[in-house]
């Protein structure tokens, strides 16, 4: 099971917000750049890089540095979201090395957008699906929906969307732990896999992750847990292989 470490992007710095409020950030670092050498030297398998002004845009903002992180470890796997409404935003990205786009807006707005976008870009889509008492939030979290998550999910399977990003708003940078029960329930309903999100915040949710993974869960991002040093990454990657075997 991967740990993915966060690296969320706003005015060019590292930041962590919580429950998705631009206003509640806190920095923890100028140099993105330098951030990912950070997780890659304590072993990172792959980066969730997210673009926050740019989800508030609707458009790429932070592309530039995204693309230098991108270039700087070419063969390590990242994953980038926010602001990505079109093709385009998806082909600049690819071309500058990033591996897989997530669409999370979008998604909502226009489900056709997401089965359209892997047909052109076969196995680099991911969806992202942020929620809050499973219904799914837009506009980097500004607004609400009254879609079910679980149900828009299930519409991309058979679209070739390569893993299902799955935000609990409600934990996410408050470090109250997991919702293992709302993510285990979204991978059993479908066959695509899923990646957890939002208020990982000690070994025992990385354990409890673990012990639902057959349901679906290929992994999880990690953010502010291993910022302020709660989980230390290396250690949870290291014990993450012995439990389920490597």
Known sequence: MLLIPAIDLKNGQCVRLRQGRMEDDTVFGDD????????VDAGARRLHLVDLDGAFAGKPVNAGVIGA??????????????????????????????????IGTQAV?????????????????????????????????????????????????????????YTDISRDGMMQGVNRDATQQLAEAMDIPVIASGGVSNM??????????????????????????????????ALTDELVGG
């Not at 063969?75 to 997530?102: E, K, M, T």
């Not at 506009?139 to 998550?149: C, F, L, P």
């Not at 639902?212 to 953010?223: K, N, T």
């Open 32 to 39: 993105p750049v330098a951030m990912a050498s950070r997780w």
């Open 69 to 102: 992180i991108a270039k700087k470890y070419p063969d390590l796997p990242i994953q980038v979201g926010g602001g990505i409404r079109n093709a385009d935003s998806i082909a600049a990205y690819l071309d500058a090395g990033v591996s897989y786009a997530i």
């Open 109 to 165: 707005r226009d489900p056709r957008f997401v089965t359209e976008a892997c047909k052109r870009f076969a196995g680099k889509i991911i969806v992202g699906l942020d929620a809050n008492d499973g219904k799914v939030a837009l506009e980097g979290w500004a607004e609400a929906s009254d879609v079910d998550a679980i149900e828009l999910a299930k519409r991309f399977e058979g679209d070739g969307v390569s893993a299902i990003v």
């Open 204 to 237: 025992d949710d990385i354990r409890g992750l673990i012990e639902v993974r057959e349901s679906g869960i290929m992994g999880a991002i990690i953010g502010r847990a291993i910022y302020e040093g709660s989980i230390d990454l290396a250690q949870a990657q």
